[in-house]
């Protein structure tokens, strides 16, 4: 039997809305990187997960990337996926 496909959103404290699907995976969360370049530029990255524990997972991620990647700083932020009318 097919699982039913739904919209989830995650709103940001900063207002900002994402929303994906329609899906039928359990994704339960939310997260995104805004990470800061030395020539003072944005980046951003982001995903969906199916649990808090795999989103903190990405908080390591997101240091190493830092190291890596030579940002000058970066914002890590998680948010509960919502399930939303088309």
């Known amino acids: ?43 951003v990255f982001w995903g969906h997960v199916r649990s808090l524990a795999e989103a903190k997972k990405k908080r390591a991620a997101a240091a190493e990337g830092a190291k890596m990647r030579g940002w000058k700083r970066y914002d890590f932020e998680i948010a509960e996926l919502v399930e939303t009318s088309a």
């Open 1 to 43: 039997m097919a699982r039913k496909k739904r919209y989830l959103t995650a709103t940001m404290a900063d207002g900002y809305v994402k929303t994906i699907g329609p899906t039928a995976d359990p994704f339960t969360h939310y997260w995104r990187i805004v990470a800061v370049l030395d020539n003072g530029k944005t980046e």
